[in-house]
């Protein structure tokens, strides 16, 4: 009598039509970023590029890397699928600017063009605080795209932190 389950007759998960969703971010991107350091501090600038490629039929993985106004540069990777179990996007990110994983969850608009994904990572006014964040995909057409990235406040509010705009090269 053996513990060990039969597994044998498990089959791939096959794409669902939500999947085709990630298609529209496939491609090499030229990105330019505003940001906010803080209510006292200037507007921050980056440029930089982004590639993102399907991985199989069920993920696009994406590689960027950013300029900042300051000449430093950041490296980052990120990755999102549409999760058929719990039914909803599902995604990551990691940059070279932070140690933290930021894992997201996922919402698509009725009309398929804006994607919100929400995530708890460390407050950034606050350490050892944590804090949600929202990243909101924009479809403009074909060839351009937004992230308009968001913090929320002590009273819930958004607070919009940082803009990309993707033009496809």
């Given at each position: 009598m053996s513990d060990v389950q039969d597994?044998?007759?498990?089959?791939?998960?096959?794409?669902?039509?939500?999947?085709?969703?990630?298609?529209?971010?496939?491609?090499?991107?030229?990105?330019?970023?505003?940001?906010?350091?803080?209510?006292d501090q200037p507007e921050g600038t980056s440029t930089?590029?982004?590639?993102?490629?399907?991985?199989?039929?069920?993920?696009?993985?994406?590689e960027g890397v950013q300029t900042m106004s300051d000449g430093s540069v950041m490296h980052s990777r990120h990755g999102l699928g549409y999760d058929v179990s719990f039914r909803e996007y599902r995604g990551f990110w990691v940059v070279t600017a932070s140690s933290h994983l930021w894992k997201t969850v996922g919402t698509l608009s009725e009309d398929g063009r804006v994607m919100t994904l929400l995530c708890e990572g460390p407050d950034m006014l606050v350490d050892g605080k944590t804090a949600m964040y929202k990243d909101?995909?924009?479809?403009?057409?074909?060839?351009?795209?937004?992230?308009?990235?968001?913090?929320?406040?002590?009273?819930?509010?958004?607070?919009?932190?940082?803009?990309?705009?993707?033009?496809?090269?």
């Open positions: 597994y044998s007759e498990v089959q791939p998960t096959q794409a669902h039509p939500e999947h085709a969703w990630l298609q529209n971010l496939v491609g090499t991107w030229k990105t330019e970023t505003t940001y906010m350091m803080g209510p930089g590029t982004e590639t993102v490629t399907m991985f199989g039929d069920l993920w696009a993985l994406g909101v995909i924009e479809l403009i057409d074909a060839d351009h795209r937004t992230l308009t990235s968001s913090g929320q406040d002590a009273e819930g509010n958004w607070c919009e932190f940082m803009k990309v705009r993707y033009t496809r090269v």
